[in-house]
C-alpha cells in the first residue's frame, strides 16, 4: 500500500508519523471513527512482508477514562457516555474507558448546535483516558492541538458551551481495547514510566537492536515485531519490511502493542551506512506536543 504526503522537516517528524502510520493501519474495525478508509491489515502477518509507508503520513486518537456502563439521560439503555446539558447552557460529555459510540455521540452534539468528531483508538492503560483536540480532518503529527474557546477537555470528559463555542474539531479519544485486542497506540517503550523507561540514557551511541532485545528479555518482553527501513528513509516514502527475526541496525522507535509484545522500528546496517547514524530513540508518550523526558543520572543507572 502506499500513500503520499508532503514531506515533514527533521527525520524525528518523518519516524513519528511512520509509526503512527502503521497504527493506522491498526484502527480498521473500530466502531465510529474518521480514519483514512483503506484496506484491512489481515489477521495473519507472514514472517516477512513489506509495508510502504509514507514518511508525513500520522495519526492518533484520544479517549477518555473513568466510568463504566454509564446511562444516557432520557435512554433506557446502557451507554458508553453520558451527556447533558448543566444549568450555566454548558454541555458536558463523560465518556468510559470502553467509548466506543463515536458517530452516536457526533450525532447528539450536532443535534445540540455543535460540530465535533470524537474518534477513538485503542490504547495502553496508560494513554487511556487522554483527549486531544485536533483541527478537523486533520491527522498530521506535525498538527498542533488546538483549544477553541467554548471547549474544555478534562480526564475522561469535555464541557462544550454553544455560545461560545464557534469551530469543527476532533476529539481524539484513547480508549481500552477489547479483551484480546491489540493496542494501537502506546508511549514509547523507553519512557521513564515503561518498561525500558531510560535505556536511551544510558547509551553513548546509537541503540542496536541486539542491545534492545538484551535488555527487553531482561524485563520479560518476548515477542518482537522488527519494522526495518528500506530505501532512502530521508524521502517522502519509506519502505518497512516487517520480520519475527532480529534485522542488525539501530533502533528509531519502540512501543508494547500489547504486554510482553514490542514492534521496534529499525534503520538496518546497509542503510545505516548509506544514510548515517540515527539519533536516540524518543522517549515521550506519543502524543501531540508531549515534551521529550529528559535523561537523568538516576534513569541512565537503571541500566
Known sequence: MTRTTEELPGFEERLLSELRQVVEERQRGRPGTTAPRLAPRPPS???????????????????????VGIVVPGSSHASTYSMETLPSGRIHVVLAPDFDEAERLRDELEN???????VTITAAPALVGAIEILPLGQHGWSVTASKPEGLEVGDGEFWIDPQRYDGSVELLVYVAPRPGEP???APSV??????????PCSLDGPLTTEALEAAARQVGIEKFTWLAQAGDPTGNEVRL???????EGEVTAAMLRAPGELEVFVRPTDVVERFGHVGPP???????GTEEPACTPELAARW
Not at 190 to 199: I, K, R, S
Not at 282 to 288: A, C, T
Request: proline share 12%; aromatic share 4%.
Open 183 to 185: 493496542w494501537q497506540q
Open 190 to 199: 523507553f519512557h521513564p514510566d515503561e518498561p525500558l523507561g531510560g535505556l
Open 112 to 118: 445540540a448546535g455543535v460540530t465535533v468528531q470524537p
Open 45 to 67: 502477518i507472514p514472517p516477512r512482508r513489506r509495508l510502504l509507508v509514507p514518511a508525513a503520513a500520522a495519526l492518533v486518537v484520544l479517549l477518555a477514562a473513568g466510568v
Open 282 to 288: 524518543s522517549m515521550n508518550r506519543n502524543l501531540h
Open 241 to 247: 519490511d516487517e520480520s519475527a527475526e532480529r534485522p
